[in-house]
């Protein structure tokens, strides 16, 4: 299971789950890694920022990413972003070699000129080899790192073994049209966009032209279902769904409170045995909870796979 | 009207109407001024932000105040920010004398350290003077100045013209928590709270204490009934309403293009005789615009005074 | 004259001098204006950053160029930066009328890849006016955009009015002899280099390429011997004169408080009257001057132009 | 060999040393630290930003701070900077059974308010044990991270175990000063202040209160000569001494190339091996290299421990 440039759907942002003592929780990885495969969706990724990855030692980085392979009936992505090359380059080819469908790699907060990005990107592909298809991760709110489709084009170019972006630029939809639309007249050849941003844009950026989702949100079904009737042309359905999450979809799409919310609605769902981060961390007041619990109970009213806060 | 402590409601950021060639349009600032006092709110900004502030000549500064503040059966607030203090006093002064409730001054982005927040405020109100009330705009995302409860909390102890917080932190509703139990606790003296980032919270924002919402959102009627219905305990109608506005708010609120969506829909519903923005600035594509008809037509199913979408 | 693409030698960018009470010293301008020519500077910049020009009223600024360039027998550069399209454009036409050489544009904080940088350039001078010569601002320190040699050859290309380089990338060496490069083989035409960063690698510059300096380091006199003995092949002599001065130059190029150290150098040497800044500000402590008057009077053992300090 | 708030001198920030193929030199490692101790410095820094600590595996951290740390006649602090609390534990606990003297927390560059700086540290050092001595790192131009003397105080003030500021804030002189003077009116207990920025401005630091360095300058024995100087007042001397060597550390304190600047100069000074980092990585070019080579060799007519330049 290679990754490749017609990869589509939803691949789940995995989030790392640990014990409320830090230490990572292998149950919950097992329980994770199926709960993905069975809400539908088409890959999983590991080790993202929304992972906790920079909180990860080297060879719990290495555990968990071959865990979830070895459980996975569906591709994984390793991130595998790391302000050394060599490290960056020992998790990736570990992984591969574990079978990993491929890698993703982040750019460092300081890069600012295009020059500065595809050389990054390129010497970054030399160090992992040029043989390990990759991700490349696009998310300027939190980075820093701003890529115009032009300069995404000349690293498509120019490295042959990029065959996705995870797109979360915002605002992006006019990203994805244009990148489109460079492929469509031969300036750029094809490439996989799925978007993240959790998911805030989700019922217009199929409509522009992505091929899913790459996000951690809760509800990965409810994602999967909206790609699903996206493509079917049911629009108004679509939206529907879309709405019905959004309230929560928000939530989860703040900067650094947004973790705590996604782990705890997980572990609400049964997935994670706990919604523990590891430290410096932020954790949601019994308040915030409150509120959490009652949106999800609104939205049982229209999906009844949150149905489990009805109660709640 | 002065501006105090027991303001309330909505106040809305109102945009600046420019004709097509970049003229000042005093036909739509006059249909916008009637317009906000109709929707129900309780109060009027203007030269935010959202009003391209930075794109205006001096005079333009004043006869814009003027205008609304004469045309006006509202308290209208006028921000004053700017890199010197000489021109904040001016126009805070001129405005004052024409009749202002009171001014809006945003932090320059250079600010950092408590000390440096609090050290330019003390300047800022010492520039133009102490008698004009006056809120504190806290806007990280866009300015970069992040102010903890306790920075406010210093900066209302030692400037008593300070009546309002314009809240829009992200994620917010912490702070305003934590600043109502620093005045519950007499820590803190009385002090408005409106929240902004256009309401992209509002529905949790009331909840935590907030006095209303004082942002540009084109449907300020909805936001008018949101902190009403809030108010008189209707949460679940409350959220109804919210919910079905969330999906135009959440593309009012992205940066750079958030403003373009915003004028185009004011220019739809008919009280903007043009959307055009002074340069430098981002337009919508008709793809963008497309997309905006449609979720607003949506809308228009849940909320009659987006009726002019349905045929549209 | 018209500024083209064979300036060279030292262009001073000039404070702008305030009286006590902050009112324009027209005065100062005036001495200022003639100190410059007889420290055999090629020509002057008024408005920059370090001019204060975002504190002034647009009739000021407008008053401040036409003083100097009446006044002034060197060619004058003016900076139009400004937020908005059209004031930038009616200062440029209104300089320009006036008898100013060129302008001067530096990129808004919020570009960030190249396409944007490129864009906003191209809507710049379309807006002023593609007759008017114009210098393109390279400051990363203080402007937060970074621009590679690549974007500035096609600037460089795409618009034919950019005929000067202020160069105050840092580290910046490399980027003097990558342009020169794109040049010797035809691959960008020629432009014109002058140094800011106050001088702090003047030294180095002059032999990777550049033409000189811009910049506002109070001994420009100083400058001006360091570019004339450089290309005159006296490279020890240059850095011997260079060195002499450089714990000046270092103290004046720090941020926020640099402007400071440089008026009251300035009013020292008898050209400024007084060494107020507009507010907000931040003012020289008097153990800050007395560091300065001592550095300022070992520097006169070795360069009699700052004798006036030894009996300070 | 503990630290405490006595602590004075020059405590070097040593690089990391490897060979050309990236792996860690150690025959380099004990040259270096021999090296500090026969240039008379009062104590060693490992694993800084400018030791690439974030380029290297824990195992080879832990080796790196062990070598120095038994090999070392003078006390040794460990860089433990990480972002997560339980890796910066293990470290600082390790260091300290092998014999390290404190170690040395940098704030992580999301850190806005004062609230943020002093919860974090309050958190670190709940993490790695509050009877480990540790110092502040305080460096704004690299980290982004801005601390008033007020935000240090309140740290030194809630945090015994904070027992020295390694300070490189830029403009920094008035910050010393106002340290001082909280001190001496016993509003903060005493603190080691020990600057870094490259020496930049030692000259002057020693005359507003600075206990001496904490940098990394590639000629060690002159910052000790000149902390020396400045506490025997000779003034003069010591400036003469500083700017002999203003034109090199000027080089090595550049972003980015400026280790390279660094590491080169320490190879040929016969210290390191080899100047190799690792990658990611900035490289000098020749023109580069002679250029250094012909400052080093101006400089040896002034220090003859840069004789090794002369014939170079």
Request: aromatic share 6%; proline share 6%.
């Amino acid at each position: 299971m290679s990754l490749n440039t017609s990869a589509r759907g939803v691949y789940a942002i995995a989030p790392t789950p640990f014990h409320a003592d830090g230490r990572i929780d292998h149950g919950s990885i097992d329980r994770m890694t199926d709960f993905y495969a069975e809400a539908g969706c088409s890959g999983i990724t590991v080790l993202g920022l929304m992972g906790e990855a920079p909180k990860l030692e080297p060879e719990e980085s290495v555990a968990i990413a071959e865990q979830v392979i070895r459980r996975s009936t569906l591709p994984v992505v390793v991130g595998v972003s790391a302000p050394g090359f060599a490290p960056m380059r020992r998790l990736a080819r570990r992984s591969m070699e574990s079978g990993a469908a491929g890698v993703m790699i982040a750019p460092p907060p300081a890069l600012r000129s295009d020059e500065q990005i595809v050389g990054y990107f390129s010497q970054a592909v030399e160090a992992i080899g040029t043989d390990i298809p990759w991700v490349l991760q696009d998310y300027p709110l939190s980075l820093g790192v701003v890529m115009s489709p032009g300069v995404i084009a000349r690293i498509v170019a120019e490295i042959p073994s990029c065959v996705m972006l995870k797109h979360e630029d915002w605002p992006g939809l006019e990203k994805i049209s244009t990148l489109r639309s460079l492929q469509a007249t031969g300036r750029m050849r094809a490439l996989s966009i799925l978007c993240g941003n959790g998911g805030l844009f989700l019922d217009l950026e199929t409509g522009r032209g992505a091929d899913g989702a790459m996000t951690g949100y809760s509800f990965p079904e409810a994602l999967v279902d909206l790609v699903r009737l996206a493509a079917a042309g049911e629009r108004d359905r679509a939206h529907d769904l879309f709405d019905a999450h959004l309230p929560l979809i928000r939530c989860e799409q703040q900067p650094s409170i947004g973790l705590a919310v996604r782990k705890y609605l997980l572990m609400r769902r049964g997935i994670l045995a706990s919604d523990t981060q590891r430290k410096p961390s932020v954790c949601l007041t019994a308040r915030a909870i409150a509120e959490i619990d009652y949106l999800a109970a609104r939205l049982a009213r229209h999906d009844e796979r949150a149905g489990v806060f009805l109660q709640g």
